[in-house]
């Protein structure tokens, strides 16, 4: 097994360095190791949807969401500024945020691409602040934007969870490990 290491040896940590206080000599980390590095840890997927300003449906596919707290709830997911979605998540009152079963690849296909009809023959619902919902996720999260923070490349939303819906489907979560869907491995009874 070899390793590789990236980034400076020694040098105070980001998160304990002060506002403004700048890196060290030899601190930046080339975009595509960092990538690599971030592929091995697993994630879930989501399509985040929403609104933009003239009422259309907008959606995203996201592997950035999170837990935040139980009390009150709330949760977080990150929008690339360079989105094509972006503008309209930086400035929704409501998100929906739908957890993906394995058998949605295809949905998350469709909704990681930047195309303006993402919507396509599909038989939406509708949700808090008029968010389209999506039909088969096995659960949704329907969410009041809280907060927005910056994130470098990307604005984080923090959402506080207003209802939830799962679906009766016991289908195993579709996941996202090393640039490639994966699934679960079933452990042996």
Known sequence: MSTATYGPATGTPA???????ADGPGTAIEPGALRRAFGHFAT???IVTTRDAGG???GVTASSFNT???APPLVLWSVARNAYSFSAFAQADHFAV???GAGQRDLSDRFARPATDKFGGLAL?????GVPLLPGAPVVFECAAEHRYEGGDHLILVGRVLRITESDA???PLLFHR????GLAQAAG
């Open 15 to 21: 998160f304990l360095r002060r506002a403004g206080e």
């Open 44 to 46: 879930g997927v989501t």
């Open 56 to 58: 259309a449906p907008v």
């Open 68 to 70: 935040v707290s139980l």
């Open 98 to 100: 739908h957890v993906l």
């Open 125 to 129: 619902g509708q949700g808090h602040g």
């Open 170 to 172: 016991a289908d195993a």
């Open 179 to 182: 640039g490639r869907y994966a």
